[in-house]
């Protein structure tokens, strides 16, 4: 255990000095890599740990970088203030979500679907109502100042999602520790048994939706102050879910660092097809070709991979 | 705004357009119902069919309508394999796996057209798209017609297939009691390949009757692949007349929607009905079973 906490610390100082050394673009790579594995970790909490497998995850991610963005823009909101109302309704869609689909006793595929169905109504309606300003999208007006939630260096919007990153891996970590994670696990495995060992597996549910869809808004709030606009398509489209799925997906679902090694290996994959279109001309179209591979992978690891690429480190039981 | 005609016009347009949705909902039916399995990947291979009948005309100038019997030959051709060397090692355990590793397919699948394709709008210039035909007050487009009748042709043939032949039967056997079936002696690996082949076929049908009025783009499967759940879904999951009754329905459905709600909104109607029916009635109209 000792070697797994220096292991954790080595990594984080790793972390922490990388973005002194290296040339801004770099810097850029590394806030992505912590802040898809950020959202990659809300979709985990819900998917992994408690095996409620979701199609449709931006839904939360959408609703939050809406709700801090309409306040920010609409009524002259301090983005900072707008953060945890966002991060808060994310929590109410993922209560209202839960209580409807678990209240019907949907599980498994339907329950994916119907997320996937959730996000696409909250896409058409952020596309029609007036104030989302439809399909326009929204702008928030560049004021590059630290009260503002924007950054000149880019080194600190790194250091934010480091941060966050850091929090979703506290929070999966006292999964593991809590009884609280311990039952989410339960129903995962088996939520028949898991009833009749006495958990209230409608409840539990209701509690790990809010939960994922929180830290999944505040990384929609997030994503909105760093690129300082979001449409219907980019903040409710099918790509996110897909994204956040895939990193924990590949990583390894129901692990601590299953999103944070998913994270890491998209991202790698991306530059090499990157490098790699620059080298062959022919391919120079080059995010097919990267998630081409991501498509490929998710198939060889649901079929030999249970616990992702998680599972070739550690050796354990493997999950059903 | 509520002039009789233009509503006329509105119900017969869906119509329309749902004859080509009940033939993508049976295959998708045909494929939950015998094997258990939602495959996602069902709206992105239908995107392939549409871009082999484009190419088919564009390189050997082969009419869409004439295209039926190869595409559907293809189409079985590529699911019965598809089945055997990925599928079908899968197909036993949670049903979310299957889930991921259709939606993974699915993934492949759009990225290699738009890789290989290109994300370019691809429509088919048939000699008669420009021909309308009077119905009362409304102006019908004559492909749109001829699909729909060839749609239905093909649905009533499908189901007489699986009413009157022994593969019919032994594809009913499976669905109903796989242990059983397998007792008697059918080979059930084989008919789940042949049902989720014949699944494909359908999409390849659905395909050359699409494509002289429609488009396809890399991303054409998205747009299919809620439409033909939620069909599935409001008929029940496995029923075929559910399908029938559920392609029609929502064909309306979205045209009254989009007359009535406009070009955006009026697609909330297909997510709205697939969640209420998920939430009130997830057995659907006419599925047995929860």
Known sequence: MTRAALLCAAGLAAAIVYPLLVP??????????????????????????????SFGHVVFFGTGAYTSTILQVTYGWNPWLAWPVATAMGGVVGWMIAVLSFRAGLRGSYFALITLAFAEVFRILANSVPFTKGGLGMLIKADQRPINFQ????????????????VSVAIAWHLTRSRFGARL?????????????????????????????????????????????IDPSIAFGVDKSVEMLLVSMVGGAGTIFGPLIGSFTLMGINEATRW????????????????IVYGIMLVLIVARLPNGLMGLFRRGPARA | MLDPAFLLAGVLNGLLAGGIYVLVAVGLTLIYGVLHIINFAHGSLLM????????????????????????????FAFGFVLYRLLIGRYNHGRDENILLITLGLSIVFDNAALLFFGGNTQTIDVPYAGTFVELGAAFLPLPKIISFVAALILCAAL????????????????????????????????????????????????????????YVTPSSGHAFVLVAFTIVVLGGMGSFVGAAV?????????????????????????????ILILLLKPTGLFGSKA
């Open chain 1, 24 to 53: 801004n673009y770099l810097v850029n790579i590394g806030m992505l890599v912590f802040f898809t594995a950020f959202i990659g970790q809300s979709w985990n909490i819900a998917g992994g740990f408690a095996g409620q497998t």
């Open chain 1, 276 to 291: 790699l279109a620059s080298v062959v001309p022919a391919l120079k179209n080059v995010q097919p070709l990267s998630l």
């Open chain 2, 159 to 214: 189901a007489l297939y699986m009413a009157l032949s022994d593969t019919g039967k032994a594809i009913r056997a499976v669905a109903k009691e796989r242990q059983g079936a397998r007792l008697v002696g059918i080979d059930v690996e084989t008919v789940f390949a042949v049902s989720y082949g014949i699944g494909i076929a359908c999409l390849g049908a659905a395909a050359c009757l699409l494509m002289p009025t429609y």
């Open chain 1, 185 to 229: 696990v339960a129903i995962r495995e088996n939520e028949d048994a898991a009833r009749a060992l006495g958990i209230d597996v409608f409840a539990e549910k209701v509690k790990v939706l809010p939960l994922s869809g929180a830290m999944c808004a505040a990384g929609g709030t997030f994503y909105a102050q760093k690129y300082l606009y």
């Open chain 1, 151 to 166: 950054f000149k260096d880019p080194i600190w919007i790194y250091y934010l999602a480091l941060l966050l990153c850091l």
């Open chain 2, 246 to 274: 559920g392609g029609l329905v929502i064909g309306i459905t979205e045209s009254l929607g989009g007359l009535f709600l406009g070009e955006q909104l009026g697609q909330i109607g297909i997510s709205l009905i697939f």
């Open chain 2, 48 to 75: 392939l069919a549409m871009y082999a009948v484009f190419w088919l005309w564009r390189l050997a100038g082969i009419d869409p309508y004439a295209a039926l019997p190869l595409v559907i030959a293809g189409s």
